[in-house]
């Protein structure tokens, strides 16, 4: 049975970073792409990033560029989100999710049909 986990969440000041893991058990990860979703209180989840199964392509948000870096090591079965600079506009709970297709590269990367595959998230609170 497959089972995604995500790691690595916490408390931070405005302006400090933290790095989320995501490990797929299970899976093979150099057949999936994967992305990283997040859902703040009171909102809808939306896309953050995602990045292809050989880590060749990437995409993010606007409102994360040049501030939160998604990577992977395939041989260690594990995605990657460096976020810095976080913002109290960033606390949410973050989701990592692997594509049954290579959608990073494409719109279909910002919708959540596009991935079989959920962990159940890692809490990251900002407080100003």
């Known amino acids: 049975q497959v089972q995604v986990a995500e790691s690595g969440g916490g408390s931070v000041q405005a302006g400090e970073s933290l790095r989320l893991s995501c490990t797929a058990s299970?899976?093979?990860?150099?057949?999936?792409?994967m992305a990283w979703f997040r859902r703040a209180p009171g909102k809808e989840r939306e896309e953050v990033s995602c990045i292809s199964w050989s880590g060749s392509k990437s995409a993010y948000a606007d409102f994360v560029k040049g501030r939160f870096i998604v990577s992977r090591d395939n041989a260690k079965r594990t995605l990657y989100l460096q976020m810095d600079d976080l913002k109290p506009e960033d606390t949410a709970m973050y989701y990592c999710?692997?594509?049954?297709?290579?959608?990073?590269?494409?719109?279909?990367?910002?919708?959540?049909?596009?991935?079989?595959?959920w962990g159940q998230g890692t809490q990251v609170t900002v407080s100003s």
């Open positions: 999710a692997t594509a049954a297709r290579q959608v990073c590269g494409s719109w279909l990367w910002r919708t959540s049909l596009s991935y079989s595959y």
């Open positions: 299970e899976l093979n990860l150099d057949d999936y792409d």
